[in-house]
């Protein structure tokens, strides 16, 4: 570890945090680095680090304290060091293991090192986290908003994402389709148009298991009650099907005791139910249309449910099942609607990059919450927590914009740290102030009696109403 990055010395008053054996050591005064970030950025990090700062100093009276760690990325390094992304900036991110940031303008001629590609490969970021959920007195379009409580992992490393591919009318995309047309395809009734361009969507076994695994633990860590692997497994069967199918793999082979798939349920629900039910009838009233279907898939249906019945009843059985956190998978295009429909029915959902990225989207603008909707990027040994939004850069130091996407993934980063006081006295005082209808402009001009207060001013009324939720809970 150096002494200083960007040539800013590495504070003397705190200490790294450690990572052996897959755990963090989290010393009670970490070193964060932190990006601060373009733009409103800037304003944004400042009420935002006021915010973090007084949770966790009223939290733990304190005995706890982030030791804050500038480290220098876009325009601000630019600026000064001549490089939109310095080595001792993604070094720092390596070395203290956790750290977060505001939005980073994209340089304008390209040809730079993005910092969210490179820190992604470099730290092997490989889960996207995005919890979703709604703040009393959001405006939002939704009916019932609070129904959605969801937290998405969606892969962050492979898939159309992987960034594999070829321009129309190149030579390389040319060979491809030559390869694919005169060798994979030849005799075929497919091929690939000679005019298209091309990318490639691997998703691996490794890439697979490694995300839902990560999703699996974190619902046994925060007691949630459902993983939901949303695929177009129908369609893109060796890919997003692949992706269902190591899921549940991944669930059954390492995580057995702590829980049920939803056909194990069904199978272990029909024989709770009715204890003499038979095998046969079983899987009848799990697949209705069995009695139709070929000889060999009926034997095919009756040995999962026999291999069920005896595998798990002992354990799972009689009722046990409903305690475990349930393993379900639901069709990408098909989640769209259910979110909508029955959102309190989804809780943890594993999905691909593609789906996790639109979905988290359409989850976040549910609750109104676009505005405001935190990130992290987390890996096994590294964490970087984002805003989610841009740098809205026409509102830039005018002290205006709103500052809960970087406050809300300072929750985040306080949850990792497993500092759940802090992170919980924040979310509430956010709540509160929100439902107090102190709030910036964007919340202000979509709601009735709002008072528009400015960036610096909701950090204030937060701070305030932490001390009020203190003095409540004596
Ligand atoms: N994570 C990142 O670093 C990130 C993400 C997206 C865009 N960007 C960059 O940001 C710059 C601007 O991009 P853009 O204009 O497409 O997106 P943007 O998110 O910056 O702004 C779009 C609009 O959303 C609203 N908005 C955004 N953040 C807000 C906040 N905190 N409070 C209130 N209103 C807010 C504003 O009305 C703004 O005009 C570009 O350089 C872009 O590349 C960075």
Redesign the pocket.
Known sequence: MADSYNGIPVPADGKAITWADGKFTIPDNPIIPFIEGD??GRD?WRAASRVLNAGVEKAYGGKRRIVWYEVLAGEKAFRQLNTWLPDDTVNACRDFRVSIKG????PIGGGIRSLNVTLRQTLDLYACLRPVRYFQGVPSAMKHPEKLNVVIFRENTEDVYAGVEWKQGSPEAQKVIDFLNNEMLKGGKKQIRPDSGLGIKPISVFGTKRLVRKAIQYAIENKRRMVTLVHKGNIMKFTEGAFQEWGYEVAKAEFRDQIVTERESWILGNKDANPNLSVEDNALAIEPGLGMAPEDYRKKAYAEVKGVLDALYASHGNGAWKKKIMINDRIADSIFQQVIIRPDEYDVMATPNLNGDYISDACAAQVGGL?IAPGGNIGDQYAVF?????????YADKDM??PG?VILSGVMLLEFLGWNEAAKLIEDAMEQTIQQKTV?Y?FERQMEGAKKVKTSEFADYMIKNMDALKAAAR
């Open positions: 733009g409103t944004i939005p980073l303008t994209t505005g984002e805003a989610t939004h841009g740098t809205a850069p026409k914009v709103n996407s910036t964007d």
